[in-house]
C-alpha cells in the first residue's frame, strides 16, 4: 500500500468529544422526516410478526407455563422467594411476569436484526451523503457479513438474558446487566453496520479497537434507556394480563425508536473517526472530514 498500514494508525479523535458531537446529529436527524418514515419499515416488520405471535401463542404459553408450575410446585417455591425480597404481592402475577421476561429477550432480538437488514443501509446513506460525501467507500463489509454478525450477536444476546432472568428479582441490577448486554450487542451489530460501506476491514478492525471504549459508551446510553420498554411491560403484567397485546406493541415502537437512535449515533460516530483515520494517514487528503 502506498501509504501506513492502518493497523499501526491510532485516530486521534477525542472519544468524548466524538461521542457527543455524534449525539447531537443523531438528535437532530431522529426527528428528521425521513428517518421517521425509515422507522416504519422494521416497525411494521416487528409489528406483523409479534401481532400474530401474541394473538396466536399468548394463551397457550400462559396456561403451558400455568401447567408447568402446576405440576412442579413452581408456584409454592416462586411464593416463598418473592415474600424472602418482599414482593408477595406479585404472587399472583408469577406466570405473567414469567411470560414476559421469555418473550422480551425474543422482541429485542427481532427488532435489532429488522433494524440492521432493513434500516442500517438506508441511515449509512443518509448520514454520509449528508455529512461526508467525500468519504471513500471502500466496500470492506457485505451484507452476508452483517447478516451473521446480525444473527450471532442477537441469538448471544438473547441467550444471556435468560440466563439472567434471576436477576430481576434485584430490579437495579437487571436494568444494569441489561444495559451491559445492549452495550455489547449494539457496539458489535451498529459499528459493523455503520462501517461496512466505507471501511476496508484493516480499517474497521483498528477502529473498533481503538474506538471500542466510546463504542461500548454509546451502547451503554442507549441501553439505559432501553430498559423503559421493560418496565412499561412489567407494570402491565401487575396491572392486568389484558393489557400485554397493547404494551408489548408499544413496547416494540420505543425499541424501534430507541435502535434508530442508536444507529444514527453509532453511524455518525463510526464515519467521524474513520474521517479522522484517513486524514491522519493521508494529511493532505481533501475533504477527508465534514462539518455540520
Known sequence: MPHADSATVI?????????LLAWRRALRSQFSGRML??????LLLSLSLWGVAMWLGLQPLLDWLHGLFTDYGGFDASNSMLGMVGLGMLKVMVVPLLAIALLLPLMIASSLLFMGIVAMPAIERHVSGRHFPALDRKEGGSFVGSLAINVGSTAVFALLWLFTLPLYAIPPLAWLVQAGLWAWVTSRVMSYDALAA??????????????????????????????????AWMGGAVISVVLFPVLALVSLWLYIMLFLFAGLWFQYYCLQALAELRAQQLPAHPGADASI
Request: charged share 10%; aromatic share 0%; with cysteine.
Open 11 to 19: 485516530p486521534r479523535i477525542a472519544p468524548m468529544k466524538g461521542v
Open 37 to 42: 418514515l425509515l422507522s416504519l419499515v422494521p
Open 198 to 231: 466505507h471501511a476496508s476491514g484493516a480499517e474497521r478492525q483498528v477502529l473498533m479497537r481503538t474506538c471500542r471504549p466510546a463504542l461500548l459508551t454509546i451502547g451503554l446510553v442507549s441501553g439505559l434507556a432501553g430498559a423503559l420498554p421493560g418496565i
